[in-house]
């Protein structure tokens, strides 16, 4: 379609939307603003102009480090200085694997074959033939060359491998195999190699991703028989650069000089691991002769699974991957607030990818470049502060925004509104997000503000009309439930694997992640071009649809006169996760009781339903105090880190919030009240008198701040000195 029809439908759409009664945190006259501003910037969007980004972003493979990524780094730092952004380029040195460097599996014994661990090139996919295109890897592998016997491990999930040792089965000295999903790949290596194994092999089953579920790529969108999922295995008991934990890996030639640790005192893995495909795996796993499954580890392969190769069964495993300092860019583009240049919106997503990262990640780095574009068309410019950032080294180990926060602390503490992530965030048509209490009711009254492409529905209604929510690769991982309410949609915890973990889970920033999901070929080459315009979207109109949402979040944070944060939802949502704890550990302590903890939530949800009576009745009078106003915002900005404690988590003291974090065993999930579900995995009861004291500690701070806010909201009122906004 042409782009005059495309900008004149989004035009329509944009008016077709029923105006919103009241959109949080504004007077009624600045909403009358807002509403114009917002109806101005739903004007820019374009849908071949993601389209454009997205082709120029993913038409060659990006790997970290590589001189391809270097040249998607340049195209995103040039798109936003044309579109009028202040650009920065951070250098960090990383410790990494540049490259999948030597990596073979084999079938030994009882006859030789060797396996398979690349894509077939295919006629219709012309990006399938690309040079540059890598074997499937496994980042942070150990190197070595082992022949052994085979033991399946199932997902090679903590308790995989303890069902294992119950059953009577070593692996010691032995490769396990395992299947993709239930927790993160770096998991599968730590719990074999604690074990004793000798190597590991990673697969993509057909019973979690393959033809057991549709019809398999190219015909359809499921992983085909050589689809090869990559990735990182880094477990350290951090996030970040593995050398420079709490401190940002300035470069090596830099003035100032980082502290590194010696690698060789870095908790790497030993053992070689690889992944290979399923149509790989089969030929290990239809001539293995051990006894049968538990009926939960069957996978989707036409043959009984067996838990032993036996001893006729050899397979050799080869892994030769050096790790060396590589240096990645952090891109930052700034628009400079009119009224407040030093309160931040963050929004981001890294543009390093395991191939092309067609969906993961530039479908988000295009929309984000289509948002600089629009917002540098404004008229006027935010009153806050807008950062559009774009990470690098995020698939090893979301490395580069790591660094930038450790870099920027200081400057984030005071300054930082909100980070909002946008991974992958326009890889389908299904909507949703995951959020910190305060900004899910932003999210959801964003969604109610914009139209769903070729309907007559808005994002909410169409959300609301799902059945589930945004899919995506970790969506079989468990974790804390989200906290269900009546009519609105499901809103996730935030867990692991991006880019907001170093902002909300170290630094206690307001987070979220939001954008559309859909079929994936998850880090494997397929995940191109040919994939996104057959399967994602071929019209790419989501992608303004996403900008859209997107745009209205920022530009209402940045522009209301108290920030539209969802106060109340902090009891709402700690009330259900300390009762989810006080379950998990009546399980095995059933005199336990959170009900101190909850006594101090009660309090908590009387002052900030206060909070929410007095705002909403200070800005319906649309009499404000500007100054009293500033004092408030700064205060409303604090909340999130009361839960922040400086002695961190049992497991990593990195992890510094007792409210949100990725479980330690799975590295995806989330956590609520990580603290107290760490205690509950262990069965323990000894720390549990500390982790109340230090969880009292928060929920006081965080209703002290509460308080504070309602007293300034008891004199913000012009009459005491404020004049109209």
């Given at each position: 379609m042409k782009i005059s029809f495309l900008i004149s439908g989004f035009l329509f759409l944009g008016t077709c939307v029923q105006a919103q009664k009241t959109i949080s945190g504004f007077t009624p006259s600045n909403q009358t603003k807002q509403e114009k501003a917002e109806q101005e910037y739903r004007?820019?969007?374009?849908?071949?102009?993601?389209k454009n980004h997205l082709y120029k972003l993913t038409s060659v493979p990006h790997l970290a480090g590589t001189p391809e990524n270097e040249n998607v780094r340049d195209y995103i730092a040039d798109v936003m200085r044309k579109a009028g952004l202040q650009v920065e380029i951070f250098p960090h040195d990383i410790y990494l694997s540049k490259n999948p460097g030597e990596s073979l599996v084999e079938v030994v014994e009882p006859i030789r074959i060797p396996l398979n661990n690349r894509?077939?090139?295919?006629?219709?996919?012309?990006?399938?033939?690309?040079?540059?295109?890598?074997?499937?890897?496994?980042?942070?592998?150990?190197?070595?060359?082992?022949?052994?016997?085979?033991?399946?491990?199932?997902y090679g999930r903590k308790e995989d491998f303890e069902q294992l040792k119950a059953m009577g089965i070593s692996v010691k000295g032995k490769i396990v195999i395992a299947r993709y999903g239930g927790n993160?790949?770096?998991?599968?290596?730590?719990?074999?190699?604690?074990?004793?194994?000798?190597?590991?092999?990673?697969?993509?089953?057909?019973?979690?991703?393959?033809?057991m579920k549709g019809i398999t790529f190219p015909e359809g969108s499921q992983p085909s028989d050589n689809t090869i999922q990559r990735g990182s295995l880094l477990t350290v008991d951090f996030t970040g650069d593995p050398l420079t934990p709490f401190?940002?890996?300035?470069?090596?030639?830099?003035?100032?000089?980082?502290?590194?640790?010696?690698?060789?005192?870095?908790?790497?893995?030993?053992?070689?691991?690889?992944?290979?495909?399923?149509?790989?795996?089969?030929?290990?796993?239809?001539?293995?002769?051990?006894?049968?499954?538990p009926a939960a580890w069957q996978g989707g392969l036409p043959l009984a699974y067996r838990l032993e190769g036996g001893t006729g069964l050899k397979v050799r495993l080869k892994v030769k991957q050096d790790k060396d300092f590589v240096r990645v860019y952090e891109v930052v583009g700034t628009l400079v607030g009119s009224e407040f240049p030093d309160e931040w919106i963050i929004a981001g997503c890294h543009y390093d990818a395991w191939s092309y990262g067609s969906t993961d990640p530039n479908s988000g780095t295009?929309?984000?470049?289509?948002?600089?574009?629009?917002?540098?068309?404004?008229?006027?410019?935010?009153?806050?502060?807008?950062?559009?950032?774009?990470?690098?080294?995020?698939?090893?180990?979301?490395?580069?925004?790591?660094?930038?926060?450790?870099?920027?602390?200081?400057?984030?503490?005071?300054?930082a509104v909100a980070y909002m992530n946008y991974d992958a965030a326009v890889?389908?048509?299904?909507?949703?997000?995951?959020?910190?209490?305060?900004?899910?009711?932003?999210?959801?009254?964003?969604?109610?503000?914009?139209?769903?492409?070729?309907?007559?529905?808005?994002?909410?209604?169409?959300?609301?009309?799902?059945?589930?929510?945004?899919?995506?690769?970790?969506?079989a991982v468990g974790g804390s439930a989200p906290v269900a309410t009546e009519n609105e949609p499901t809103i996730g915890n935030l867990g692991g694997g991006s880019d907001h973990i170093a902002f909300y889970m170290h630094a206690g920033i307001p987070s979220l992640s939001a954008g559309t999901g859909g079929p994936t070929l998850y880090h494997s080459q397929y995940d191109d071009l040919f994939f996104y315009n057959k399967f994602v979207d071929s019209t790419y109109k989501m992608g303004p649809m996403v900008e859209q949402v997107v745009g209205t979040m920022s530009l209402r944070l940045a522009n209301a006169d108290i920030l539209p944060f969802d106060v109340s939802r902090y009891a709402t949502d700690l009330a259900t996760h300390l009762k989810t704890a006080e379950k998990a550990i009546k399980a095995y302590s059933p005199t336990y009781s959170a009900e101190k903890l909850l006594?101090?939530?009660?309090?908590?949800?009387?002052?900030?339903?206060?909070?929410?009576?007095?705002?909403?009745?200070?800005?319906?009078?649309?009499?404000?105090?500007?100054?009293?106003?500033?004092?408030?915002?700064?205060?409303?900005?604090?909340?999130?880190?009361?839960?922040?404690?400086?002695?961190?988590?049992?497991?990593?003291?990195?992890?510094r919030s007792l409210y949100a974090s990725s479980d330690p065993y799975s590295g995806y999930a989330s956590w609520m009240l990580p603290a107290f579900q760490y205690e509950a995995s262990l069965k323990s009861t000894a720390n549990l008198p500390d982790i109340e004291a230090r969880h009292a500690?928060?929920?006081?701070?965080?209703?002290?701040?509460?308080?504070?806010?309602?007293?300034?909201?008891?004199?913000?009122?012009s009459s005491l000195g404020g004049g109209k906004n």
């Open positions: 004007t820019k969007q374009s849908a071949e102009r993601y894509e077939f090139i295919l006629p219709e996919d012309k990006y399938s033939g690309d040079s540059r295109l890598t074997p499937g890897w496994n980042a942070y592998s150990g190197s070595g060359d082992v022949t052994s016997e085979v033991v399946y491990a199932n993160f790949r770096g998991y599968k290596a730590k719990h074999a190699e604690a074990a004793g194994a000798a190597g590991v092999i990673i697969y993509t089953d057909p019973y979690d991703s393959g033809y401190e940002p890996a300035l470069p090596l030639d830099g003035v100032k000089k980082i502290k590194r640790l010696d690698p060789k005192d870095v908790a790497f893995h030993k053992i070689p691991v690889t992944p290979l495909p399923w149509g790989s795996a089969v030929e290990i796993l239809k001539r293995m002769t051990g006894k049968g499954v295009a929309m984000l470049l289509s948002l600089a574009e629009s917002l540098g068309k404004l008229p006027q410019k935010p009153k806050r502060t807008i950062k559009i950032c774009h990470w690098d080294a995020e698939e090893h180990g979301v490395i580069g925004s790591t660094e930038w926060v450790e870099q920027m602390r200081d400057e984030l503490a005071n300054k890889s389908g048509k299904m909507f949703g997000g995951s959020a910190s209490p305060s900004l899910k009711k932003l999210l959801i009254e964003a969604s109610q503000a914009v139209e769903y492409p070729d309907s007559n529905k808005t994002v909410y209604q169409h959300w609301m009309a799902q059945k589930g929510g945004r899919r995506g690769s970790t969506a006594a101090q939530v009660e309090i908590l949800k009387q002052n900030a339903e206060a909070y929410e009576s007095r705002i909403k009745a200070l800005l319906a009078s649309d009499q404000l105090d500007k100054a009293k106003l500033a004092v408030i915002n700064k205060e409303l900005r604090d909340l999130e880190k009361a839960f922040i404690d400086p002695k961190g988590m049992a497991y990593g003291p990195w992890y500690k928060a929920i006081e701070s965080l209703n002290t701040k509460i308080v504070t806010i309602n007293q300034q909201l008891g004199s913000a009122a």
